[in-house]
């Protein structure tokens, strides 16, 4: 119990400092005369009130967290703030459920962007802003969990690796403490973040989208200011700048700051999670493109290409945009891309998944195992870019792919058992586990999550935010030898 009083005493400035985040949609409100005004003032007040409260009722518990209370203080938070970042959504919206409110801000939150609303187009604009301002905040807050929170808990990509990945995971310290290195990397994130809003705009788009946009194209959250979401620009040009800052954003954004800090595009030859995930990207749109234009989806090649690409490279990296219902393309390509979302991004972005890099080790220890059994007296170390992997780390990587592939086969049981399709159920916890937002049939990119029962709904919630958390860090809490002393 003390343990639990100890991160609440925590989590008490946390809440209060994400209320303050509410000023921004707050002051658009105020500026453009919106109707959600009111809501952000009652949010606020009752943020900070129950952070206050929380801190103050456990200020003698206040004392040095342990590793193991980062578990549940990661796992926490999490699982909070989107209570609090729904209180807009149910002061404007009255006639929106708790559980739909909470699904919306856990989704943008995760960065997953899987919606339950309708009528984006007529929202007022502090609210789609607070949408997508959120999944903004959230892809920061994932970018100082892969590099500065998880590797201290023992489960995060630099300490799992030990420093011996190549490219930027080999920089065990990209600079000397942990606070400097995730200001650095928020300063890489913004900087990128602005050069979209600039490009989008130029594109064509409003300041309002492009900024909304920018904001879920780097946090790879993929919520849009717009029901049809980016089909409802039918721009080249707009589906070009996103192709390019969602391809970014997949990428460590430790090997953005170390290109960045080099001046030099050589970082990023030297990263064999970028190389391949940029590779794959070329390889699946080049290829999927030909396959909808030999199957008739498309009368032109190039036709084909535009809208296989886009729409590849947003359900690969996990962000989720659409600009056409590829839930009526051959199966084949949908399920391609489903597959992509699970394997693609770099450790150290903003998507999720499996990752590349786990893919990468998981590929070389099969190849291993295939040599071993030819030749058992063999040395064979596993390397990736002439770094030797320990064996623990290949266990490690191993294990958390079985859990992860687990936890999709179980949840997906649970949503078919209370009466979803196969097709869309499996669908729904991929696209949740890999925060990657639409699936196919009844939560397809032309519909949406609101088809589901509340139940449905609170699954579809625990699926985004365990795999936001890399499976291990939420699932930890829930064995008894967590609890023990």
């Not at 109707?35 to 009752?46: N, P, Q, T, V």
């Not at 800052?245 to 990023?268: D, E, K, V």
Request: glycine share 8%.
């Amino acid at each position: 119990m003390g343990s639990f009083l100890g991160v609440a005493h925590v989590i008490g400035p946390v809440i209060v400092i994400f209320a303050l985040t509410m000023l921004a949609p707050l002051s658009l409100a105020f500026f453009g005369g919106d109707a959600a005004l009111y809501a952000y003032d009652e949010s606020i007040l009752i943020a900070v009130a129950a952070g206050g409260f929380l801190w103050l009722a456990t200020r003698r518990h206040k004392r040095e967290l342990q590793p193991r209370d980062g578990f549940l203080l990661v796992s926490l938070v999490w699982a909070v703030l989107p209570a609090f970042a729904a209180l807009p959504l149910l002061i404007y919206m009255p006639q929106l459920s708790f559980t739909d409110a909470y699904f919306e801000t856990a989704s943008a939150l995760t960065t997953t962007g899987a919606t339950v609303l309708t009528g984006l187009d007529t929202l007022p604009p502090s609210v789609n802003l607070w949408r997508h301002l959120l999944q903004w905040l959230g892809g920061m807050g994932i970018i100082v969990l892969a590099v500065a929170i998880l590797p201290l808990l023992g489960v995060g990509g630099r300490e799992m690796f030990k420093a011996e990945t190549p490219g930027p995971m080999k920089d065990a310290k990209l600079t000397p403490r942990i606070a400097e290195t995730a200001k650095n990397l928020w300063l890489v994130y913004a900087a990128i973040t602005l050069a979209c809003i600039i490009a989008l705009k130029i594109a064509g788009m409003s300041w309002l989208d492009a900024v909304s946009h920018a904001f879920s194209a780097m946090s790879l959250g993929g919520f849009s200011t717009h029901d049809a979401s980016v089909g409802f620009f039918d721009s080249p040009a707009i589906e070009a700048v996103l192709i390019v800052f969602m391809t970014l954003a997949g990428i460590n954004f430790a090997t953005h700051f170390l290109a960045w800090r080099g001046r030099s595009l050589g970082a990023y030859l030297r990263d064999a999670e970028a190389v391949a995930f940029v590779l794959l990207m070329v390889a699946s749109c080049i290829g999927i493109g030909w396959y909808l234009w030999i199957m008739g989806t498309y009368e032109s090649f190039w036709t084909a290409l535009r809208h296989a690409s886009f729409n590849l490279i947003s359900v690969a990296t996990d962000c989720g945009y659409a600009s056409v219902d590829f839930d009526k393309w051959p199966i084949f390509a949908p399920l391609w891309m489903l597959f992509l979302s699970c394997v693609a991004v770099s450790s150290g972005s903003t998507g999720g998944g499996i990752k590349m890099i786990r893919t990468i080790v998981q590929y070389k220890q099969s190849q291993r195992e295939l040599v071993k059994l030819l030749h058992p007296a063999v040395v064979n170390p596993l390397k990736i870019g002439g770094q030797v992997i320990p064996n623990n780390v290949v266990f490690s990587v191993q294990g958390f792919i079985f859990l992860y592939f687990m936890s999709i086969v179980i949840l997906t049981f649970v949503l078919m058992a209370s009466g979803l399709d196969y097709i869309s159920a499996f669908s729904a916890i991929i696209a949740c586990i890999n925060n990657m937002g639409p699936g196919l049939n009844q939560v397809g990119p032309a519909a949406n999550y609101q088809v589901l029962t509340d139940f449905q709904t609170w699954v579809c919630s625990f699926a985004m935010i365990l795999g936001r958390l890399e499976v291990f860090t939420l699932l930890i809490i829930f064995t008894p030898a967590f609890w023990q002393k």
